[in-house]
Nanobody, 122 residues
């Protein structure tokens, strides 16, 4: 199983980025997926999750209304559209496969990719 996150970069506050996560996994279309992030010196925190069919989406309060998670099962890819970015969104962003339990708990994810770095300047 491999997860390859991409799309990170440096952007000014108020800007946008779109992250992608390409997943090499059998039966991906049946997996719920999530994005989490880790800022320097902080613990990894949940950002967003999406069910296998895209029918339900979950967001951390800190990103609700600004970030949108989506997926394309035909391409085995999960996306995170990030708008109205703030300096506090600066972190390494990771995608992972949900394994069960509560979506908001990062311990309920597996197969973490290598992450993609996002830097938001003020």
């Amino acid at each position: 199983v491999q997860l390859q996150a991409s799309g990170g970069g440096r952007v000014q506050a108020g800007g946008s980025l779109r992250l992608s996560c390409a997943v090499s996994k059998r039966l991906f279309k049946y997996d719920d997926m999530g994005w989490s992030r880790q800022a320097p010196g902080k613990e990894r925190e949940f950002v967003a999750a999406i069910t296998y069919d895209g029918g339900n989406r979950y967001y951390a309060d800190s990103v609700k209304g600004r970030f949108t998670i989506s997926r394309d099962n035909a391409k085995s890819t999960v996306y995170l559209q990030m708008d109205s970015l703030k300096p506090e969104d600066t972190a390494v962003y990771y995608c992972a496969v949900f394994t069960g339990g509560r979506y908001y708990h990062t311990g309920n994810y597996n197969y973490w990719g290598q992450g993609t770095e996002v830097t938001v300047s003020s």
